[in-house]
């Protein structure tokens, strides 16, 4: 072997070690993207559970407050209809029933509107529909950490194979599908762009 055969082959084995190390980077790279975007993929689907439940639970708060609600306006009318307008009652009767009348009558409001509390009927559905928004938007956003997920395992796997084989295409192709995957988790947390069939 000569001095500028012996050259040669160092300048290749420096340029093997530098594809190797860039390689290595990218792999790094996209093993950190990949990590966040598990988070990004479990924190969506933790949220769309906890607003599906919080927007069930209050959707049956919703009806049992309009239950309770309906049995104090059939006491009311009952009230009204059945024995203040009993001319055979007494005045002492009456006066009781028009009580009770009206403390049904304030129930029947309370249920129906309690900004106090924050628990009346529409008060409730007005909590009820922001779960459930919070929920959709939530489920809008899985998919995208999923096909981003994906991507980056691809890319990973791609760039690996590369340094192994020794083939700088198929880095460049698994750092494309990389970068396509990264796209893919920053928009699964701004949702910046609608995506058919993603969404």
């Known amino acids: 072997m ?5 050259a040669d082959m160092m300048d290749k084995d420096r340029e093997s070690d ?10 790094a790279f996209f093993a950190m993207l990949l ?15 906890n607003s599906n439940i919080q927007a069930s639970n209050l959707f049956n708060f919703y009806q049992a407050k309009n239950q309770r609600q309906m049995g104090f306006e059939l006491a009311a009318d009952y009230a009204e209809f059945a024995t203040l307008h009993d001319p055979a009652l007494p005045a002492e009767q009456k006066e009781h029933w028009r009580k009770k009348l009206d403390t049904y009558r304030k129930t029947v409001a309370r249920y129906e509107s309690e900004p106090e509390t924050n628990e009346g009927k529409k008060e409730l559905l007005v909590k009820a529909r922001e779960e459930t928004k919070k929920r959709d938007i939530a489920l809008r956003k899985d998919p995208y950490f999923d096909y981003a997920e994906a991507l980056l395992q691809i890319s990973i796997v791609l760039i690996s194979v590369s340094i192994i084989a ?8 698994g750092g494309a599908i990389g970068i396509v995957g990264g796209l893919l988790m920053i928009n699964g947390f701004l949702l910046l762009v609608a995506i058919p069939g993603l969404e």
Do not use: H, M, Y
């Not at 000569?2 to 012996?6: F, I, L, R, S, T």
């Open 2 to 6: 000569q001095a500028d055969e012996a």
């Open 166 to 173: 020794g083939v700088a295409w198929l880095a460049f192709f």
């Open 18 to 27: 530098r594809f190797k190390q860039r390689a290595a980077v990218a792999i």
């Open 35 to 49: 990590a966040i975007t598990g988070l990004g993929g479990n924190n969506a689907t933790k949220d769309a559970l």
